[in-house]
């Protein structure tokens, strides 16, 4: 029981901790695409 | 004799004041600050016809156009105005814009324009809404989507923004609506580096600006990128000081509709630091109001009732190196 319960505790702190750190460390960037942007500029401009 | 005020010099203000400068130097630009060693940091920064003045003494100097940043704008719009001056506002709060949209009437009878909502967004947001609708001919839908923040009040104004709703246009249901701030969760791509970001209702003022521009659109929508952390801590106070001025920002609009039989939709961005970009959009657009270059010359507006000729003004702003830019390929 005591065991099962420790279990439980350390469970709890481990998802508290990874909560945290999602909060705080960036996401990687998603992939990159075909595709840009270019300026506006020229015809554009008209 | 043509003499131009700036009032607030923060990270907005002391940009709007050197463009102001750059863009046609006046005889006299007048420097108002709350610290009188940043105004004098800024005025020899530009030199010239620049010279700090409380604001006492700019409202009794008569300027032709007064460039309001940081706190205080609606109060001080409306002294302005009476003091016979074309204003514009810098403000991004949609407390303020609303009240500074309210003072049409005083506009009105001292004969002058008050430009509202003149930064980076709202402001060059509404100004690329307007140069995209020009490519058709009835407009549906506008989407507005933004990224980044300029200076700490910017910073704090961003923060509080994602814990409060904002105006959104339906106009085939009840009209105005206020969806929960933090709800709407929409990817959206934004100009490189800044690429895809998941951007979220806030209390945003777009809707409002954009709308009387075309009030026949059936949907108007704004939103804003955030994290995680930004929208659980949004009612919150902020939990660290904002930095002095922050990174890259960027805009995206999305503006639906018909060009004949055809349904089109046309996005436009601009990628810069919202300071500098929002200073070069307040300063252009005083001397845009001062040359009689916007669409009316008295009442209360945003840019995009105000710039018709959005062409010209994307041309000067990319002078002053604020570019806006359109997506290739897949991208967009």
Same mark, same amino acid.
């Given at each position: 029981? =005591?065991?099962?319960? !420790?279990?439980?505790?350390?469970?709890?702190? *481990? /998802?508290?901790?990874?909560?945290?750190? =999602?909060?705080?460390? !960036?996401?990687?960037?998603?992939?990159?695409? *075909? /595709?840009?942007?270019?300026?506006?500029?020229?015809?554009?401009? !008209? | 004799?043509?003499?131009?005020?700036?009032?607030?010099?923060?990270?907005?203000?002391?940009?709007?004041?050197?463009?102001?400068?750059?863009?046609?130097?006046?005889?006299?630009?007048?420097?108002?600050?709350?610290?009188?060693?940043?105004?004098?940091?800024?005025?020899?920064?530009?030199?010239?016809?620049?010279?700090?003045?409380?604001?006492?003494?700019?409202?009794?100097?008569?300027?032709?156009?007064?460039?309001?940043?940081?706190?205080?704008?609606?109060?001080?719009?409306?002294?302005?105005?009476?003091?016979?001056?074309?204003?514009?506002?810098?403000?991004?709060?949609?407390?303020?814009?609303?009240?500074?949209?309210?003072?049409?009437?005083?506009?009105?009878?001292?004969?002058?324009?008050?430009?509202?909502?003149?930064?980076?967004?709202?402001?060059?947001?509404?100004?690329?809404?307007?140069?995209?609708?020009?490519?058709?001919?009835?407009?549906?839908?506008?989407?507005?989507?933004?990224?980044?923040?300029?200076?700490?009040?910017?910073?704090?104004?961003?923060?509080?923004?994602?814990?409060?709703?904002?105006?959104?246009?339906?106009?085939?249901?009840?009209?105005?609506?206020?969806?929960?701030?933090?709800?709407?969760?929409?990817?959206?791509?934004?100009?490189?580096?800044?690429?895809?970001?998941?951007?979220?209702?806030?209390?945003?003022?777009?809707?409002?600006?954009?709308?009387?521009?075309?009030?026949?659109?059936?949907?108007?929508?704004?939103?804003?990128?955030?994290?995680?952390?930004?929208?659980?801590?949004?009612?919150?106070?902020?939990?660290?000081?904002?930095?002095?001025?922050?990174?890259?920002?960027?805009?995206?609009?999305?503006?639906?509709?018909?060009?004949?039989?055809?349904?089109?939709?046309?996005?436009?961005?601009?990628?810069?630091?919202?300071?500098?970009?929002?200073?070069?959009?307040?300063?252009?657009?005083?001397?845009?109001?001062?040359?009689?270059?916007?669409?009316?010359?008295?009442?209360?507006?945003?840019?995009?009732?105000?710039?018709?000729?959005?062409?010209?003004?994307?041309?000067?702003?990319?002078?002053?190196?604020?570019?806006?830019?359109?997506?290739?390929?897949?991208?967009?």
């Amino acid at each position: 029981m =005591r065991a099962l319960r !420790r279990a439980v505790v350390a469970l709890g702190v *481990a /998802g508290a901790i990874a909560s945290a750190l =999602r909060l705080v460390v !960036r996401q990687a960037p998603p992939p990159p695409t *075909a /595709g840009g942007w270019r300026e506006l500029s020229g015809p554009d401009l !008209r | 004799m043509s003499r131009f005020a700036v009032v607030g010099l923060g990270a907005v203000g002391a940009r709007a004041a050197r463009q102001v400068h750059a863009l046609g130097p006046p005889d006299e630009l007048l420097l108002t600050s709350a610290s009188a060693a940043r105004a004098e940091e800024v005025r020899g920064a530009i030199g010239g016809p620049a010279r700090v003045a409380p604001w006492d003494e700019v409202l009794s100097s008569a300027p032709d156009a007064v460039v309001l940043c940081g706190a205080g704008q609606p109060g001080r719009a409306a002294a302005a105005l009476e003091a016979g001056a074309h204003v514009v506002a810098s403000t991004d709060s949609l407390s303020d814009i609303e009240e500074l949209l309210g003072l049409a009437a005083a506009a009105e009878g001292a004969g002058r324009m008050l430009v509202v909502g003149a930064g980076f967004s709202p402001g060059l947001s509404c100004v690329l809404v307007r140069h995209a609708a020009g490519r058709l001919d009835s407009v549906e839908e506008i989407r507005v989507a933004s990224s980044g923040t300029g200076g700490p009040a910017c910073a704090r104004q961003h923060h509080a923004s994602l814990g409060r709703p904002g105006p959104e246009w339906d106009g085939s249901a009840a009209g105005w609506v206020r969806p929960p701030a933090g709800s709407g969760r929409e990817l959206c791509w934004f100009p490189d580096p800044t690429g895809a970001q998941d951007c979220y209702r806030a209390e945003l003022a777009e809707p409002l600006l954009v709308h009387a521009a075309f009030p026949s659109a059936t949907r108007i929508s704004a939103r804003r990128a955030a994290s995680r952390r930004d929208r659980l801590t949004a009612r919150l106070p902020m939990l660290r000081r904002p930095h002095q001025e922050g990174l890259i920002g960027s805009v995206r609009v999305e503006v639906s509709g018909r060009s004949g039989p055809l349904a089109e939709s046309h996005v436009l961005g601009a990628i810069d630091r919202p300071a500098v970009a929002a200073g070069a959009v307040a300063a252009l657009a005083a001397h845009w109001a001062v040359e009689g270059r916007l669409a009316r010359s008295t009442g209360s507006a945003g840019l995009a009732s105000l710039v018709t000729d959005t062409a010209g003004f994307l041309r000067q702003l990319a002078e002053r190196g604020v570019k806006a830019a359109a997506p290739v390929g897949a991208g967009g």
